[in-house]
């Protein structure tokens, strides 16, 4: 008699991921800024992914072509836009952390979330519980909202949001809160409405997008603008929307708002005027 012994086989490579290209979207000789793509670690992390190949602080030093960067800013792997490196060392990446504390610096997001918010603008001032504390410590926190855009026919809304403190996923833990959450967020979201969007529209991924940072430069003092437009995989899946009339919101292609202040521009570097004593 003989028994079959299956053979020992490895299972299949992951599939490979091809990721945007990230580009500069300012420099100088003490801060690097980029733009990230949704679905590429900050970092390599295996506990997150150890198949994972691209990261964002190594494609960082090899588009500034530097040896080192120091990580001053962070965005969860599904989300895209900007993140902000620092070129110096360690001294020179705290000065800059602090300088992108509210509320002297301004980041905004832009999020398609579900449902239509039935206010223009709103602040979400819900505590949220600090995750990584092992006593479950609830924080302050605070982001301002406002609607840029209505789509009743998709039951959506493009959405800005405004950090006033800065918690860990605060921005996708308060549009969850308040019953708005964000398309494509497999951890706060609505499967049933994430599935929806994916079979019917193509949906790629969270729709997160940081867009623009405002801070003053630790080492000038200069007033520091940067923006990122939308993601291309974002903006595909929002023309696909059949109430998103690409004709009637052509701002809304590149930033996100009809308002002139959302227009495509470099980045801008102000000299604060002087102030009285």
């Known amino acids: 008699h003989f028994r079959l012994?299956?053979?020992?086989?490895?299972?299949?490579?992951p599939p490979t991921i091809t990721f945007a290209v990230q580009k500069i979207l300012y420099r100088d000789e003490h801060i690097l800024a980029v733009s990230k793509p949704g679905g590429?670690?900050?970092?390599?992390?295996?506990?997150?992914?150890?198949?994972?190949?691209?990261?964002?602080?190594?494609?960082?030093?090899?588009?500034?072509?530097?040896?080192?960067?120091?990580?001053?800013?962070?965005l969860d792997r599904p989300a895209s836009g900007i993140v902000l490196f620092g070129l110096t060392d360690t001294a020179g990446a705290a000065r800059l952390q602090a300088?992108?504390?509210?509320?002297?610096?301004?980041?905004?997001?832009?999020?398609?979330?579900?449902?239509v918010p039935e206010e223009a603008e709103w602040v979400n001032d819900h505590p949220?519980?600090?995750?990584?504390?092992?006593?479950?410590?609830?924080?302050?926190?605070?982001?301002?909202?406002?609607?840029?855009?209505?789509?009743?026919?998709?039951r959506a809304a493009l959405v800005e949001a405004r950090l006033l403190t800065g918690r860990r996923h605060q921005i996708r833990r308060h549009l969850s809160n308040g019953r708005h959450q964000i398309l494509g967020?497999?951890?706060?979201?609505?499967?049933?409405?994430?599935?929806?969007?994916?079979?019917?529209?193509?949906?790629?991924?969270?729709?997160?997008?940081?867009?623009?940072?405002?801070?003053?430069?630790?080492?000038?003092?200069?007033?520091?603008?940067?923006?990122?437009?939308?993601?291309?995989?974002?903006?595909?899946?929002?023309?696909?929307?059949?109430?998103?009339?690409?004709?009637?919101?052509?701002?809304?292609?590149?930033?996100?708002?009809?308002d002139d202040d959302w227009v495509p521009k470099p980045p801008v570097e102000r000299v604060p005027e002087p102030q009285d004593e």
């Open 99 to 115: 300088a992108l504390t509210p509320p002297d610096c301004d980041k905004r997001y832009i999020a398609l979330v579900r449902g």
């Open 5 to 13: 012994i299956p053979l020992l086989t490895q299972p299949p490579p």
């Open 128 to 154: 949220l519980t600090d995750k990584d504390s092992r006593n479950r410590t609830k924080r302050d926190c605070l982001t301002e909202f406002r609607t840029l855009l209505a789509l009743p026919d998709s």
């Open 40 to 74: 590429m670690l900050m970092h390599r992390n295996p506990s997150l992914d150890r198949h994972a190949t691209t990261f964002c602080d190594v494609e960082a030093r090899r588009l500034a072509d530097v040896p080192r960067v120091f990580p001053i800013n962070r």
């Open 185 to 258: 967020d497999t951890l706060y979201g609505k499967g049933r409405d994430n599935t929806f969007f994916r079979e019917n529209y193509q949906l790629p991924r969270l729709f997160l997008h940081a867009r623009r940072l405002e801070f003053t430069h630790p080492e000038t003092n200069a007033r520091i603008t940067v923006e990122s437009p939308l993601a291309p995989d974002l903006r595909t899946f929002l023309y696909k929307l059949p109430d998103f009339d690409r004709a009637a919101h052509p701002a809304l292609c590149d930033l996100g708002d009809p």
